[in-house]
Nanobody, 121 residues
Framework: QVQLVESGGGLVQAGGSLRLSCAASGSVLSINVMGWYRQAPGKQRELVAAMISGGLTNYEDSVKGRFTISRDNAKNTVYLQMNSLKPEDTAVYYC???????????????WGQGTQVTVSS
């Protein structure tokens, strides 16, 4: 059984920093894409940043230059370093593991439980 466990959310003042972590545990053989999404109240869930196993990254325009995604493939862990945070970054942040293959040969996507990030002005 595979689980994604997130940590690192919290309350921070505008201009501050937070680092999110997400570890995939269980019967994980490989993960194609690991990324972070966020959902603010009344809004749709949106991609924040993603990284494929080869290292290519993709960022939502509003976070470019402020957020950095990284992966530790050996630990099946993805990180999101968030700097220069703004009130509009306030949302629940969800970790996603896309194309996760387990040892039984199944491939599917998994989601974390979400972690709240609140940026005060």
């Amino acid at each position: 059984q595979v689980q994604l466990v997130e940590s690192g959310g919290g309350l921070v003042q505008a201009g501050g920093s937070l680092r999110l972590s997400c570890a995939a545990s269980g019967s994980v053989l490989s993960i194609n894409v690991m990324g972070w999404y966020r959902q603010a109240p009344g809004k749709q869930r949106e991609l924040v940043a993603a990284m494929i196993s080869g290292g290519l990254t993709n960022y939502e325009d509003s976070v470019k230059g402020r957020f950095t995604i990284s992966r530790d493939n050996a630990k099946n862990t993805v990180y999101l370093q968030m700097n220069s945070l703004k009130p509009e970054d306030t949302a629940v942040y969800y970790c996603n593991a896309g194309g996760l293959r387990d040892y039984s040969g199944r491939t599917r996507d998994y989601w974390g439980q979400g972690t709240q990030v609140t940026v005060s002005s």
